[in-house]
């Protein structure tokens, strides 16, 4: 049978930590018409309570994960406290394939593993910034959860992560939610046209 169905794109999210990425993602990936499928992270850290495998990340052992990377299944992959964490290049294509336009919610070091493995046209780059640092300063303090000496660490590394804004296709502010997701919204249709 041939399958006539066009390829999907892939869209690439990324930011510093805190800008509002899973927020933003959440409010355009609400859009029937967009034909968006999230990508899901493998990973070899345990399940949370609450969480599913296959719906939150796909959890494996390190002996798993290692295999994944041996037989260069990863579109991107890093560690983190121990952890590891990828995006699995199989899956991925196979959403694709299926005419899908795929979304990955990455870091900017996994966005450069990407970029540096896959080009064309069907590929989408956006970068989330906050309205300033100052912002982003408040927003973290507003979560509550981490100390000021994590706050700060975050945002020496968000003023070293806004520098690369220019490897990216597209730079989207996050002034407020709904208006930033419906930028994201308007480059994935022009490009799905383009496409």
């Known amino acids: ?39 899901v992270s493998m990973t070899t850290r345990q399940m949370r309570p609450g969480e599913q495998d296959g719906v939150d990340y796909y959890y494996v052992s390190k002996e798993e994960f290692q295999r994944n990377i041996d037989i260069n299944n990863f579109l991107e992959w890093a560690e983190f406290v121990g952890n590891r964490y ?36 069907d590929i989408v780059s956006i970068f989330i910034v906050p309205p300033s640092l100052e912002e982003l300063e408040n927003r973290l303090r507003n979560r509550g959860t981490e100390t000021d000496e994590v706050i700060k660490r975050r945002i020496e590394t968000a003023s070293k992560e806004l ?31 383009k496409a």
């Open 1 to 39: 049978m041939q399958n006539n169905k066009k390829r999907g794109l892939l869209i690439i999210i990324s930011g510093p930590s805190g800008v509002g990425k899973g927020t933003v993602r959440k409010e355009f990936m609400s859009d029937p018409s967009l034909n968006l499928f999230y990508s």
């Open 163 to 193: 520098k690369l804004q220019d490897h990216y296709q597209y730079v989207v502010v996050n002034d407020e939610v709904s208006r930033a997701a419906e930028e994201i919204k308007n480059i994935i249709r022009s490009r799905m046209h």
């Open 86 to 121: 990828g995006t699995p290049k199989d899956k991925v294509n196979m959403k694709r394939d299926e005419g899908k336009n795929v979304v990955l919610e990455i870091e900017v070091n996994g966005t450069d593993q990407v970029l540096k493995n896959l080009e064309g046209d």
